[in-house]
């Protein structure tokens, strides 16, 4: 059974940065795209980052480029985003997906798997 297990969300201050994390289990995830996506409180999910399988190539949302970095381990199967100078239009449950190719994919319709979410709140 393929599992996605997000975590690191919590409550920060307007500034401060985090660091999250997708643990992939039940097949390999190497060669596939993995996607970072959120949801603020009354709107709809949009996209964050996404990285290739290799890691070599990424892509970011307008809204995050210049502060959040994607990354992976495919010796752990996880995923990261790190996230700095946080602002408070960054509070949003954060998604971790996985798809079934090595492109760079930035629509949610592209990928099969997906984690349960992680709450991330920033306080202004």
Known sequence: QVQLVESGGELVQAG???RLSCAASGRTFSTSTMG???QAPGKGREFVATIVGS???TAYAD???GRFSISRDNAKDTVYLQMNSLQPEDTAVYYCAAALYS???TDEASYRYWGQGTQVTVSS
């Open 36 to 38: 970072w996506f959120r």
């Open 103 to 105: 492109i760079l994919l």
């Open 16 to 18: 401060d940065s985090l």
């Open 63 to 65: 809204s995050v480029k």
């Open 55 to 57: 890691g070599v190539r």
